[in-house]
């Protein structure tokens, strides 16, 4: 009986301590999403003056103003999605839900491009990688472990791939999939 008794002691505090690790734990977590939050909050401003800049830039442009071929409009043969997920899961249904609407792109607004195997997939963490893979897209490029350090450089690199690919005519339209953070 005594044994018993001291097996259940033990499996209590067992517990606890486990309690204990996951407050903690939860805290931290806690404590990084909020900074990761505020980060967001603060781009916004600079994101929107951004995409104000470019709308305007575009508007303006003929499509051949200066010699830019970004703002040149041109007959869709050959799409690139570029698909934005995480490198983990635990994120509810955040990548799932950015796999519907790249799929939902290339079923409405690509159909055409699709049938004739013109729709590219560069993707942005590792499980639109996985899934697109899998499901046997035609998936032209990756970054992978973009998210351990991000910032400008990081991402730059995936930019001017991009741009480059556009101005070499490798690709008619360049279109993003992601999802946009809203702060409840």
Not at 106 to 127: L, P, S
Request: charged share 25%; hydrophobic share 40%; aromatic share 8%.
């Amino acid at each position: 009986m005594a044994g018993q008794l001291k097996e259940v002691r033990n499996r209590i505090k067992s517990v606890q301590n486990t309690q204990q690790i996951t407050k903690a734990m939860k805290m931290v977590s806690a404590a990084k999403l909020r900074k990761a939050q505020d980060n967001i909050v603060q781009m916004r401003p600079y994101a929107r003056k951004l995409q104000e800049v470019l709308s305007n830039i575009v508007s303006n442009s003929d499509g051949n103003a200066d010699g830019s071929t970004l703002a040149t409009e041109r007959a869709v043969e050959k799409v690139l999605l570029i698909v934005i997920t995480s490198d983990r899961g635990l994120c509810g249904a955040y990548n799932a839900n950015i796999i519907k609407m790249a799929k939902l792109a290339i079923r409405e607004k690509y159909a055409v491009q699709a049938a004739k195997g013109n729709v590219y997939i560069w993707t942005i963490g590792k499980k639109g990688y996985e899934h697109f893979q899998k499901n046997k897209y035609n998936v032209d490029g990756t970054y992978r472990d973009i998210f351990l350090q991000l910032n400008f450089e990081t991402v730059q690199a995936c930019s001017q791939a991009a741009v480059k690919a556009f101005e070499k005519k490798e690709f008619d339209v360049v279109e993003l999939v992601y999802s946009e953070f809203r702060n409840a």
